[in-house]
């Protein structure tokens, strides 16, 4: 996602009345807590949210190593430490219920690559 995906992703959130809430992605054959390529890119992304007006987000991994069972953790990943976020299965009802195929189907994403902030819930 580029900067003017960014800029569409904010409009879509603002017109939507939405908050950014947290950004997601799965680990097709990984426990779900972030690898050292996620906690670096959430650091290398802590200067651009206030830049675009947005909180920082929660990450959301959610790991397929047990298909029938996905595994879905949520962490604060803030000056390189990542603690545990409290995510609701209220939240993640809502969330699996409006982007079941985004969330099942996004993957880990490779080195230099931004993660998918297209989670706006
Ligand atoms: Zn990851």
């Given amino acids: 996602m580029d900067m003017q995906d960014f800029s569409v ?7 939507k009345g939405l908050d950014l809430q947290v950004v997601y992605h799965s680990h097709p054959h990984d426990p779900a807590r972030p690898s050292i390529t996620d906690i670096k890119i959430a650091t ?3 200067e651009i949210w206030p830049k675009i007006n947005l909180p920082i987000p929660a990450y959301l991994l ?8 996905p595994d879905i953790r949520g962490y604060w990943i803030k000056g390189g430490s990542v603690t545990q976020a409290h995510i609701t ?4 009802a809502g969330l699996l219920k409006t982007a ?3 969330v099942l189907s996004s993957s880990e994403p490779s080195a230099g690559t931004p993660p998918h902030p297209g989670g706006a819930y």
């Fill in 9 to 15: 992703a904010k409009k879509d959130i603002r017109n």
């Fill in 44 to 46: 290398d992304y802590e």
């Fill in 62 to 69: 959610i790991s397929l190593m047990e298909k029938s069972k």
């Fill in 89 to 92: 299965t209220t939240t993640l």
């Fill in 100 to 102: 079941p195929n985004v």
